[in-house]
Nanobody, 125 residues
Framework: QVQLVESGGGLVQAGGSLRLSCVVSGRTIRSDFMGWFRQVPGKERELVAARGWTGGGTYYADSVQGRFSVSRDNAQNILYLQMNSLLPGDTAVYFC??????????????????WGQGTQVTVSS
């Protein structure tokens, strides 16, 4: 059974930093593609950052470019999202997601097979 478990969310002041972690279990990640999404009430889930597990390019939404960084730990099957210079507009529930078959449509939530439960990030002004 594949599971994705996020952690690292919390309350932080504007300008602060957080690092989110997503531990993947039940699956050996080789060529999968993974992403971090976020969602606020009443809005659609949006892709924040994404990357192929074994390399290739990374994707960042314009709103987080230069502030967020996605990385992974091969040995422990962990995907990270380092978030710096946080803004109140970054407040959301953050989800990690795994795409098991590359479709190229990595910005679309429905293309991802597995999802974590989400972790709340709140940035105060």
């Amino acid at each position: 059974q594949v599971q994705l478990v996020e952690s690292g969310g919390g309350l932080v002041q504007a300008g602060g930093s957080l690092r989110l972690s997503c531990v993947v279990s039940g699956r050996t990640i080789r060529s999968d593609f993974m992403g971090w999404f976020r969602q606020v009430p009443g809005k659609e889930r949006e892709l924040v950052a994404a990357r192929g597990w074994t390399g290739g390019g990374t994707y960042y939404a314009d709103s987080v470019q230069g502030r967020f960084s996605v990385s992974r730990d091969n040995a422990q099957n962990i995907l990270y999202l380092q978030m710096n210079s946080l803004l109140p507009g970054d407040t959301a529930v953050y989800f990690c997601a795994l795409m098991t078959r590359w479709t190229g449509r990595y910005t679309i939530p429905a293309e991802y097979t597995y999802w974590g439960q989400g972790t709340q990030v709140t940035v105060s002004s």
